[in-house]
Structures are given as structure tokens and as C-alpha cells.
């Protein structure tokens, strides 16, 4: 009968035990989950969406065992139209780019913003690898265009939690895209960047092409890319102008 009497209050106990611990998961899993996905939030992928208002951004990266080019006519066309552009320059684009980086910091309607230095992926980094990428392309931009930036691009658009902590620390603000036009597969020619573009572009869209040589119809799209945009009414801006002031923590727009 003792024997009995022990064993039948664990019976009692483990379910009381195991319905606190339920109560406790159930409340603590919203705090849980949004400490998981906040670092999701320091994506930013479009402006508001209150403005017809569209930033074109360019990529300008290379590793440095594969050095890349600039593309001239794509500059050339954005500075006879009169076309607002943001370049994501790397660090080791901007060392054998110089001249090229100049020409472009004394567009007022261009600016520069950092692509990491060598173009690496930061899921593979540590946070102090990822913050060397960071300084040292800040370093090659103020040697080079004698300013700056707190937009930051990622190599590829890859990242963890863990990477876009590394890199928000460094102080800038994470520039991701919400239209790809796919410019670097030389598979898509003029007339599909252009209806990637026209499917996609809405209020606040921030725009991705490369201007290094590796778009290789981006040229050719442009003129009516910027006709289509325009006929519709967008206005052309810079990233820092379609976002405005940096707030004091960064945020995404989602």
C-alpha cells in the first residue's frame, strides 16, 4: 500500500509539470521567435511606399582573382538622361578602378555605397572578418572619392543572423533589392531585363544591375527602362534619397 502511495503522486505531479512547462513555452515563443527573425529586420529591400519614387543601384564588384571592368555606356547614358544612380562599389574594385570611382563621385547625382572589399560570402566569415571588409573598403572610399558611406550591399544578397549582426555593428545601413533584373546571366537580353523590371517595379522598389562588365545587357535595357519608369510617373533617386535619415538603430522597410 506504500508502495502504492508513492508512485501515484508522480502520476498527479508529471502532467501538472508538464502543463507549466507548456504555459512557459507558449508565452516565452513570441519573444523567442522575434529575437530569431529580428535580424531579418536590418534588411532593407525598398523605400516607402507612399512615393513613386525608385532607386537604380549598380553594382561595381570583383574578387581579386577576377578582376571586372566598368561599363562606359551605361555611365555614359545615366549622365546624358540626367538619371539618379547608387554604385555598390567593393574595395578591391575601387583599387583598380580609381579614375572610373572618381568620375562617378562628381556626378551630384550619383553615389557611392560599399560592397564589402573582395566580394566574399559572409555566411563563411567571422564577425571581425566581415567588419575588415567593411572598414577596409570605407578606407578605399575615402582615399579614392574623398567621402565615405553607411550603405552597405552584401556579396551575393547571402547573410545569417549571425552576418547581418557583424555587419549593422560596423554602423551601416544594409541595402538589399526587391526587383532583380538578372542582368549578369548573359542569357537575359534587353527585352527581359526590361519586362523583369516592369513586373516588379512599384513605389519605393529599390532596383539591382551591375555596371562592372558582368551586365551584360544593361545597356542595351536602360533607354527603355528609364523611358517606362518615367512614363509612369517614377521619379529617379538616389538610396540615400529614396530612405531618407538614417534612424538611430537600423531598420528594414518590410
Do not use: Y
Not at 10 to 38: D, K, M, T, Y
Not at 63 to 72: H, I, K, L, N
Not at 116 to 121: A, E, F, L, R
Request: aromatic letters at 6%; charged letters at 20%; one cysteine or more.
Amino acid at each position: 500500500m506504500e508502495r502504492k502511495a508513492l508512485i501515484e503522486p508522480s502520476r498527479v505531479c508529471l502532467p501538472g509539470i508538464l502543463g507549466i512547462f507548456a504555459l512557459l513555452l507558449f508565452c516565452l515563443c513570441p519573444a523567442i521567435a522575434a529575437w530569431a527573425g529580428a535580424p531579418e529586420s536590418l534588411l532593407i529591400t525598398h523605400g516607402p511606399r507612399e512615393l513613386p519614387r525608385i532607386a537604380l543601384t549598380f553594382d561595381l564588384c570583383q574578387v581579386p582573382a577576377r578582376p571586372s571592368g566598368f561599363d562606359r555606356q551605361i555611365v555614359d547614358f545615366l549622365e546624358r538622361e540626367k538619371v539618379a544612380a547608387t554604385f555598390f562599389a567593393g574595395g578591391d574594385w575601387l583599387r583598380t578602378h580609381p579614375e572610373e570611382a572618381r568620375r562617378l563621385t562628381v556626378n551630384p547625382r550619383f553615389e557611392l555605397g560599399n560592397h564589402s572589399w573582395g566580394h566574399p560570402d559572409l555566411r563563411r566569415l567571422s564577425a571581425g572578418e566581415i567588419a575588415g571588409e567593411i572598414e577596409r573598403t570605407e578606407a578605399a572610399l575615402i582615399r579614392v572619392a574623398g567621402r565615405t558611406s553607411r550603405l552597405f550591399r552584401l556579396p551575393f544578397g547571402t547573410h545569417t543572423p549571425a552576418s547581418l549582426q557583424a555587419a549593422a555593428a560596423q554602423g551601416v545601413r544594409i541595402i538589399q533589392w526587391d526587383v532583380v533584373t538578372g542582368d549578369p546571366d548573359p542569357g537575359m537580353d534587353a527585352a527581359a531585363i526590361l519586362k523583369e523590371v516592369q513586373r516588379g517595379a512599384r513605389n519605393g522598389s529599390i532596383i539591382i544591375m551591375h555596371a562592372n562588365g558582368r551586365g551584360w545587357h544593361t545597356a542595351e535595357a536602360l533607354p527603355q527602362m528609364i523611358a517606362w519608369l518615367r512614363g509612369r510617373g517614377f521619379e529617379l533617386v538616389t538610396v540615400s534619397e529614396l530612405l531618407g535619415p538614417a534612424p538611430s538603430s537600423p531598420a528594414g522597410t518590410q
